[in-house]
C-alpha cells in the first residue's frame, strides 16, 4: 500500500519579507491582492485586466524595478513595495497626476471618497512640487444623472474598460497623443446624453477620482463617515476588494 502524498503546497514568492503563495499565471498584484496584501496602485481593478499606465504599483522584483500589475509571480522571488526610493518614486508619480488635472480637492464632491486623493496621504505627498498644467476641459452634464468633470481624469480607462467589457456600451475611449491625451465620449455630439449610458452601468460606478459623478446625492455622506476618513487607502482597498462607489 502506497502513502499518500501531501497536496503539493503552491509556490510563493517573498513580498516585503512576508511569503505570498501565487498560482502560476497569476501577477505579484494579483496575487498580493488575494492574499490580503496591499501594493499601491489606482489603474489596477481586480476585475479587469492590467493596464499598466499608472506606475503606482512599481515594486523592486530581484533588484529591478517593475509594475507588480504586470509582472508575473514567481517561486522565491523577492518583492519590496516600501523601500524609500520607491516611497519617494511614488509620490512624484502623484504629485504629476496632481498637475496634470484640476485636482482641487477641497470642492470636489469626491473628496474622501477619491482613491487618488487617499493614496496621496498614504504616501506622504505633501504638495504638488510641480507646475500645474490646468486644463480646461469643458464638463458634461448633458446627461439627466450623471455629471462629467473631465478635469481630473488619470486616464486609467477603467470606465473604457467596464462600458466596453461589462456594459457592453463602448461609452467612453480616450483620445489625443501624449499630454494631450483626454477622455472623450463616444457619441456624434461627443455628449453623453447623447449615449445610451446608464447611472446603473458598471462604468458609472468605477472611477476613481470625480470625474463620473451622479447628480443629486453630492456631497450626501457627512465629513467622518467617507470611505477614507476613518482608514487609509491600504486598508480600505484590503477590507472591500470592489471598491467601486456603488
Ligand atoms: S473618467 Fe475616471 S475611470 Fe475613466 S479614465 Fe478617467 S479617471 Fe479613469
Ligand atoms: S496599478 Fe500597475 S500600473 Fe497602475
Not at 169 to 196: E, M, W, Y
Request: aromatic content about 6%; charged content about 20%; proline content about 8%.
Amino acid at each position: 500500500m502506497t502513502t499518500p502524498s501531501p497536496p503539493a503546497s503552491p509556490p510563493t514568492f517573498l513580498l516585503d519579507g512576508q511569503p505570498v503563495p501565487f498560482t502560476p499565471g497569476q501577477t505579484v498584484m494579483q496575487a498580493a491582492y488575494a492574499a490580503g496584501r496591499y501594493i499601491a496602485h489606482l489603474c489596477w481593478h481586480p476585475d479587469f485586466s492590467a493596464h499598466g499606465s499608472c506606475k503606482l504599483c512599481t515594486v523592486q522584483a530581484n533588484g529591478r524595478l517593475a509594475t507588480g500589475c504586470t509582472l508575473a509571480a514567481a517561486e522565491g522571488m523577492e518583492v519590496h513595495t516600501q523601500t524609500p526610493e520607491l516611497q519617494d518614486k511614488r509620490r512624484t508619480l502623484l504629485q504629476l497626476l496632481f498637475v496634470e488635472g484640476n485636482h482641487f480637492c477641497p470642492s470636489c464632491e469626491k473628496s474622501g471618497n477619491c482613491q487618488l486623493q487617499a493614496t496621496a496621504y498614504e504616501a506622504g505627498m505633501l504638495t504638488p512640487h510641480f507646475d500645474h498644467f490646468f486644463p480646461a476641459r469643458p464638463v458634461d452634464a448633458s446627461h439627466p444623472e450623471v455629471l462629467l468633470d473631465f478635469n481630473r481624469c488619470i486616464l486609467c480607462e477603467l470606465c473604457v474598460r467596464a462600458s466596453r467589457d461589462v456594459d457592453g456600451k463602448h461609452v467612453f475611449a480616450l483620445s489625443g497623443r501624449g499630454t494631450q491625451s483626454h477622455l472623450i465620449v463616444n457619441s456624434p455630439t461627443g455628449r453623453l446624453a447623447d449615449t445610451d449610458f446608464a447611472a446603473s452601468d458598471r462604468a458609472a460606478d468605477i472611477c476613481p477620482v470625480g470625474v463620473i459623478l451622479k447628480k443629486r446625492v453630492g456631497f450626501a455622506v457627512p465629513i467622518g463617515q467617507r470611505r477614507y476618513d476613518a482608514q487609509p487607502a491600504s486598508a480600505v482597498d484590503v477590507a472591500s476588494p470592489a471598491r467601486d462607489n456603488a
